[in-house]
């Protein structure tokens, strides 16, 4: 006799989709809300997970701490309507063993506690033993060892299934963003774990809800496995991080909006035309360094010039006539200020350690 055995799906096979859609309110409030969100986030038939703020470590007291582990029936009982998979984050090992007595499927370390190895190993100890998938948030200060040793952590306490997510960073001063996402470190936290998922947070980067669609997009064209973004029934009305978050409708907009890219490409076309270019890039990226090569040589000379004539090897009004220089040229050229900036940082700090060199020897 033919049986068919139904598979059940794990949530390990639920995160293994891409791109990864988890959503939901930044915090829990009340049932009707929950249960509300869920089935309008539902309803897009665009979310895999469904996220809420149980514990808020909020920065200053005074602001809405959570509701605690009340609403964490509420949540229950929202995957037995839905039956998307929910997820929280947790602080401490009393936060995961109360998230896992009500049957959390996902849990999320957040950026204010990445930054505590104290913490983190509290919530690593809790654990043990238990198979859960864990996310873990970047620090909030721009510190990959922070971010790494969070990894490392969880990981020793045994959990196989750890995915990353990039939420920006905070940096002082106004930026236009509520934390500056600081891409490089994203990537390179990409390169170090390539089989890790990394998810993005346009909602903590933005900070407002104008810039989401342009941060998804940005984070889908980096080949991110997918993205994790608040969405809440009335959100000026929301208890945290109102401007922020968009209403289930809005994400399902959002989300159709974005141009999905995919990172590899079967046709033999598509490869010969991109390996052609790639062999334009490498063959300019050599020029490029034969040049600065010979740059060196004439710093190195003019490095011998001053020497002999007991100058200083910095002279601030000649740096910044370069500077203007290369800012008219890269305008014309489509390079950007920012980027001549960078560029003609480190090719000064080079030349400087030239004429160094040169004068020390
Ligand atoms: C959150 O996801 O609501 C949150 C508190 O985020 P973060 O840890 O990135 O600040
Ligand atoms: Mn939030």
Redesign the pocket.
């Known amino acids: 006799m033919e049986q068919t055995i139904e598979q059940k799906k794990t949530i390990h096979d639920v995160l293994a989709k891409r791109p990864l859609i988890i959503a939901g309110p930044?915090?829990a409030e009340t049932e009707e809300q929950i249960i509300e969100t869920a089935t309008r986030l539902a309803a897009t038939g665009k979310v895999d997970v469904m996220?809420a703020?149980i514990w808020?470590?909020r920065t200053r007291p005074g602001s809405f701490e959570g509701i605690g582990a009340k609403g964490l029936p509420w949540l229950q009982s929202a995957k037995k309507i839905t039956n998307i998979p929910w997820a929280v984050?947790v602080a401490s090992s009393k936060q995961v063993e109360d998230a896992l007595t009500f049957g959390v499927d996902v849990l999320?370390?957040?950026?204010?506690?990445?930054v505590n190895p104290f913490s983190v190993q509290d919530v690593a100890d809790a654990l043990r033993g238990v198979d859960i998938p864990v996310l873990i948030?970047?620090p909030?200060n721009p510190d990959l060892e922070l971010w790494l040793g969070a990894v490392e952590r969880v990981a020793k306490a045994g959990i196989k299934n750890i995915g990353l997510?990039h939420?920006?960073f905070s940096s002082y001063g106004n930026t236009e963003y509520r934390?500056a996402p600081m891409w490089h470190l994203a990537i390179e936290m990409k390169r170090r774990y390539p089989e890790m998922m990394m998810i993005n947070?346009p909602?903590?980067i933005c900070g407002n809800r104008q810039m989401l669609q342009d941060v998804a997009q940005k984070a889908i064209d980096l080949d991110f496995d997918g993205l994790?973004i608040?969405s809440h029934i009335d959100p000026d009305k929301a208890w945290?991080?109102a401007k922020q978050q968009i209403t289930p409708e809005r994400l399902n907009e959002l989300l159709s909006n974005i141009l999905w890219r995919k990172e590899d490409v079967a046709s033999e076309e598509f490869h010969a035309a991109i390996e052609k270019m790639r062999q334009q890039i490498n063959h300019l990226d050599d020029e490029l360094m034969q040049i600065l090569g010979q740059r060196m040589k004439v710093a190195d000379k003019i490095g011998q010039y001053k020497k002999d004539n007991n100058i200083t090897i910095l002279q601030t009004n000649r740096w910044n006539s370069i500077l203007e220089r290369a800012f008219a040229k890269g305008e014309k050229l489509g390079l950007s200020k920012e980027f001549i900036t960078k560029y003609f940082d480190a090719i000064h700090m080079e030349s400087i350690n030239h004429q160094n060199k040169v004068m020390n020897s």
């Open positions: 930044c915090s996220r703020g808020k470590p984050e999320w370390i957040g950026a204010r506690t990445t948030k970047n909030i997510i939420r920006g934390n947070d909602s903590h994790i608040e945290s991080d």
